[in-house]
């Protein structure tokens, strides 16, 4: 099924360790990955962790952002268009009220069984409220259906990190381009995070390539196998035409 979160939105890989974050929406402290909403500087992979990446495909990278709140619902709530199935939603932003499913599906379904498949039926808005949560759906052609004073502990806590990228944010990576005898090849660019408006869904962030900060730079294998650039460090353990494996040593300075 096609994910339809805005396109400014990363998914990236599950967290280990948890944080306390009290939610005034569900009335209880949560467990979650990182603290939500909290402005963060994210790199991948981490320092010490050893990768395989293959040619063309980028080695480090590194973006601003703050992570969403990710939660799931473990049991099915129905109201007259509202399917709120089994499955992980996320708030975006603090201020906001509206939270979409990660993996793309409707939550409206008619009491006819059609689904609705549009982008304004795979968000709903959760409201808190003295009896118990609201939720209801955006769609302006429907009469406002709401599931009203659902249990709060319907809604747990995932490991899901969901990092929104902070717009007009500068993004850095380093590529893999391939070795040549003991040469190694490698491509390291900056973009910048600009919103765009997009004709069917509205402002999104595109990455705009800053080409003035596009560079390539080797690395002699017969004379050392770490190479740094902007403060990065990566030390390769092996490599050939196609593929290298390596370990990030030092991650981008001053971030």
């Not at 005034?24 to 990955?33: C, E, S």
């Not at 499913?101 to 808005?125: C, M, N, Q």
């Not at 800053?210 to 990566?234: C, M, P, Q, W, Y």
Request: charged share 30%; with cysteine.
């Amino acid at each position: 099924m096609k994910n339809t979160l805005p396109l400014f939105l990363l998914l990236v890989a599950n967290a280990v360790f948890a944080e306390p974050y009290e939610s005034k929406l569900l009335g209880r402290t949560l467990d979650v990955p990182v603290i939500p909403f909290e402005r963060t500087s994210f790199t991948e992979p981490l320092e010490g962790d050893t990768s395989t990446v293959y040619l063309g495909e980028t080695m480090i990278t590194q973006k601003t952002g703050h992570f969403a709140l990710c939660l799931y619902i473990v049991e099915a709530q129905r109201s007259k268009d509202i399917d709120f199935s089994e499955g992980e939603i996320c708030q975006l932003r603090q201020t906001d009220i509206w939270w979409y499913p990660t993996d793309g599906r409707s939550l409206i379904k008619r009491k006819d069984g059609l689904v609705v498949d549009r982008d304004w039926a795979k968000k709903v808005s959760i409201e808190r409220k003295k009896k118990g949560l609201y939720v209801c759906h955006s769609g302006a052609s429907f009469s406002g259906s709401c599931i009203k004073k659902l249990d709060p502990a319907v809604l747990v806590e995932t490991d899901t990190l969901l990092l929104i990228e902070d717009r007009d944010s500068l993004q850095q990576k380093i590529e893999y381009l391939g070795k040549e005898g003991d040469i190694l090849r490698f491509a390291y660019s900056e973009t910048q995070s600009m919103s765009v408006k997009d004709p069917t869904s509205g402002w999104v962030s595109a990455d705009m390539a800053r080409d003035a900060f596009t560079r390539e730079f080797v690395l002699d294998l017969s004379e050392d196998n770490i190479v740094g650039f902007k403060g990065a460090l990566i030390e390769v353990e092996k490599a050939t035409s196609s593929r290298i494996v390596y370990k990030i040593i030092r991650n981008f300075a001053g971030r």
